[in-house]
């Protein structure tokens, strides 16, 4: 079959399985997330092996359009308001979260005899959180309350924490391989500086742009335009695109007129390249990965959620925040995916002596933490009873 119609009947039907999956979703209360990684999974190269072989080619396409889109609505939860009403809790759960969640997985790992320079970088990397899968869960229920919005702030900023940490992490590594750990300090500071000068340079004229054009199609043009625009030139400049498209977002949502309308356009679209995000996410999966590692594996995953659980409860408690807040927010942070993988992927390439056993746990951990995270995040809000009634 030609590439052209073999592209569109997949592209059809994998709209029309997510179709399925979020009405199977609402009756089952199962995060959709969750079902279409399994129906990704099922289609994918490990079992069924339905989807054409230049499938894998869309997906990092797919994956940086549909994280432009999450990047740019999470920023847009960081307005003035928002930050003075809910900015302590943000910064002192996210900061301690991070932290925790490395000193635990790196020391525990070192204890049952993992070489020290993979405990390190496993450390830099288990703080990495999904922001797609917790956005998503957050919209299928319907969340809303000073739960949701202290998570969605917790979301939008601690992935750069964890990048300026894990940075730091594989310079010191670099330097005791003899390797120039400048190099890696500078690269992380640019992947953290560099995309919030883009994002400002992008979000300022766009502010001023918004709401002088009619609602509408110009509106999603001008929306959409403006992310992936912003998404493509942080690429081309090796900088993080998801943290400079939240910074893009935020200065939308604190400069624009009529800020809302941008993101309205986003999120009345962005569910379609959602779908295919998951779906091929599903379908990278390989389940053989979890049985390799064993006990190895099954330390970065139980101290990973205990770093959690232990950073939301000391970040809160710091803060003086309520208990429904200080004891659910770990759960509801537990989903990790792309943004670790990219960081074990750049360990592989920067010290291979070490890079493949990284990207092993990194791999493995995804599997675990893409089917299970979204269903933690959405005990995670019905328990802190802020979950609409779903028809």
């Known amino acids: 079959m030609e590439t052209a119609p073999r592209l569109l009947i997949t592209i059809g039907g994998l709209l029309l399985v997510g179709l399925l999956a979020d009405v199977l979703a609402r009756r089952s209360r199962f995060p959709r997330v969750t079902l279409l990684i399994v129906v990704g999974f099922i289609v994918g190269p490990s079992v069924l092996a339905l989807l054409p072989d230049t499938a894998t080619n869309w997906f990092p396409l797919v994956a940086d359009m549909a994280l432009a889109m999450v ?10 308001k ?40 496993l450390a830099g990397i288990a703080p990495a959180t999904a922001p797609a899968a917790v956005a998503d869960v957050v919209y299928q229920s319907r969340a809303e309350g000073r739960f949701t919005r202290t998570l969605l702030g917790i979301v939008a900023v601690d992935d ?7 940075s730091l992490l594989l310079a010191g590594l670099e330097i005791v391989n003899g390797i120039s750990g400048a190099d890696a300090i500078l690269h992380g500071m640019w992947e953290i ?6 994002g400002l340079a992008i979000g300022i004229p766009m502010s001023a742009l918004t709401g002088r054009i009619q609602p509408g199609e110009p509106t999603l043009a001008e929306a959409l335009g403006g992310v992936f625009l ?24 604190n400069l ?26 599903g379908a990278s999966l390989n389940v053989g990965s979890l049985s390799a590692l064993g006990g190895v594996l099954l330390v970065y995953v139980l101290l990973r959620i205990l770093g959690r659980l232990v950073g939301a409860e ?40 070490v890079g493949q056993e ?21 005990i995670a809000l019905e328990r802190a009873g802020e979950c609409a009634e779903e028809g």
């Not at 998404?231 to 939240?246: C, E, K, Q, R, Y």
């Not at 356009?265 to 779906?279: H, K, Q, S």
Request: charged fraction near 15%.
């Open 71 to 80: 990047g740019f609505l999470l920023g847009g939860q960081l307005t003035r």
């Open 82 to 121: 928002a930050l003075r009403e809910h900015g302590r809790p943000v910064m002192a759960i996210s900061i301690s979260v991070v932290l925790m969640t490395a000193i635990l997985v790196g020391l525990g790992l070192i204890v049952i005899g993992v070489s020290w320079p993979v405990a390190l970088i």
């Open 160 to 166: 750069a924490w964890g990048l300026i940490l894990f």
């Open 193 to 198: 500086g560099g995309a919030v000068l883009i």
């Open 230 to 253: 912003c998404a493509g030139i942080t690429l081309w400049f090796d900088a993080s695109f998801l943290t400079a498209s939240m910074v893009l977002g935020a200065t939308v949502a």
């Open 256 to 281: 624009a007129r009529h800020h809302r309308r941008p993101f309205h356009a986003i999120e009345g679209i962005r569910w379609p390249f959602m779908i295919l995000f998951f779906v091929f996410a």
């Open 314 to 353: 000391l970040g809160g408690r710091f803060v003086d925040e309520d208990r429904k807040t200080r004891h659910w927010m770990g759960i509801a942070l537990l989903p990790q995916a792309g943004v670790a993988l990219g960081m074990a992927l750049v360990v592989s390439e920067r010290i291979p002596e």
């Open 358 to 378: 990284v990207l092993q746990v990194a791999i493995a951990a995804t599997v675990i933490f893409e089917l299970l995270g979204p269903i933690a995040t959405r």
